[in-house]
């Protein structure tokens, strides 16, 4: 079966083609402005955009970094938190606060023409840490997943993809995919 992942993002790519090992991946990048909403409707709205404009079946995802002490922020501005403050600027978000539990969660959205997009959800329960590792994909040098040593920038790819909030959205979505429902 031949799957249209909408994303710019060559490492989301890679990623989501690893684990969707046995379906065909056609990449198409979109400029889909995103709403400002929580992170379910905003992936909602995503995949319904996503879909319109291709007329296909297609998936997008969209990633959010949760920290507890700020009930939920930066969630799915994390991007835009990101390319404000920097690694050590969001990390400094959480100076004043002793709880630095933070919650990395992948929203899938998979929508065909004329019906109503699923949703698909994973999430990996961590710690905001200085960053550590090498900076190649966004957040990761600031991330330690709960019981490990290392943040997912200091994994290896096949270490962070074996429990990554993104495999998790993505094995759902591959099970509902393998439903036919």
């Known amino acids: 079966m031949k799957l249209i992942f909408v994303t ?80 050590k600027g969001v990390c400094n978000l959480l100076a004043t606060y002793d709880d630095k539990s933070a919650e990395a969660v992948c929203m899938v959205g998979y929508c065909e023409p004329g019906k109503e997009p699923v949703i698909l959800e994973g999430k990996v329960k961590g710690a905001i840490v200085e960053p550590r590792g090498k900076i190649e994909f966004g957040w990761d040098p600031i991330f330690q997943p709960e019981g490990y040593e290392k943040t997912f920038a200091e994994m290896t790819q096949e270490e962070k993809n074996a429990i990554s909030h993104r495999k998790k959205a993505l094995i759902k979505f591959k099970e509902f995919l393998d439903k036919g429902e």
């Open 8 to 87: 710019g993002n060559n490492k989301k790519l890679e990623e989501a083609r690893k684990i969707l090992s046995g379906f065909e991946i056609e990449n198409t990048k979109l400029d889909i402005p995103e709403i400002q909403e929580e992170i379910h409707e905003v992936i909602k709205d995503k995949a319904k955009k996503a879909t319109a404009l291709m007329n296909k079946p297609c998936f997008v995802e969209d990633t959010s970094l949760c920290f507890n002490a700020l009930k939920g922020l930066p969630g799915q501005y994390i991007k835009e938190f990101l390319d404000k403050l920097g690694l």
